[in-house]
């Protein structure tokens, strides 16, 4: 089945670093999205992307659209302890079917 | 503003039994889906319904049946639980078709021994 490939699978860094993670397909995507989850949660939208080459911010969050159609970024910047958690990127190689990640795990010491 | 309402929680199986995952929203949106959580492999959509009424299978249906009840709900029953089975399930929702900011519930972590 269809798959998105995400990296990296875990990140440690200290408070205050800047994060860039991405994600690849084998397919091309209409849209790409970037969901976060916290212990415990489902997860949650942080950035949707609709059109390649699209550049979408969300206070410290930047997600962009590869002009392939074929991959996507996240960058975080200055991180705070709040950010640590799960970051899924995904895509819908159909309507109504949303693929995820394997998702970034990441991981910041105070 | 419950959003999307799983229960229960947490339930262990012994392998064989049977059992159902409920799923409820309460924010009018046509659009439900069940996926499964294994660790290293993201989340992974079993099966959907677009709208109420229709239920389609998604990446990894097998063993596994749905019921759309009505618009808010939506269930997932184990007729005969594996240990392969043991995973935490997440339904979500999506108010327009082509939309996928999803509305994911809190999940049911399965354990099946």
């Known amino acids: 089945g269809q798959q998105l490939n995400q990296s990296p699978q875990s990140m440690f860094i200290q408070e205050g670093e800047d994060v860039s993670m991405n994600c690849t397909s084998s397919s091309i995507f209409n849209t790409w999205l970037w969901y976060k989850q916290e212990p415990g949660e489902g997860p949650v939208l942080l950035i949707a992307l609709y059109k390649a080459g699209e550049l979408t911010s969300n206070g410290r969050l930047t997600a962009q659209f590869g002009i392939t159609r074929k991959d996507s970024f996240l960058n975080i910047s200055a991180s705070i302890p709040s950010d640590v958690g799960i970051y899924f990127c995904?895509?819908?190689?159909?309507?109504?079917?949303?693929?995820f990640g394997q998702g970034t795990r990441l991981t910041i010491n105070p | 503003n419950a959003g999307v309402t799983q229960t229960p929680k947490f339930q262990v199986l012994k392998t064989g039994q049977s059992m159902t995952l409920q799923c409820a929203q309460d924010?009018?949106?046509?659009?439900m889906y069940w996926y499964r959580q294994d660790p290293g492999m993201g989340l992974r959509l079993i099966y959907y319904?677009?709208?109420?009424?229709?239920?389609d299978k998604g990446e990894v249906p097998n063993g596994y049946n749905v019921s759309r009840l009505n618009k808010r709900e939506f269930s997932l029953r184990l007729e005969s639980a594996a240990p392969s089975q043991t995973s935490v399930y997440f339904c979500a929702s999506s108010g327009t078709t082509g939309h996928y900011g999803y509305t994911f519930g809190s999940g049911t972590r399965l354990t099946v021994v």
């Open positions: 995904a895509g819908p190689p159909e309507a109504q079917k949303l693929v």
């Open positions: 319904s677009a709208s109420e009424g229709t239920t």
């Open positions: 924010m009018n949106h046509n659009s």
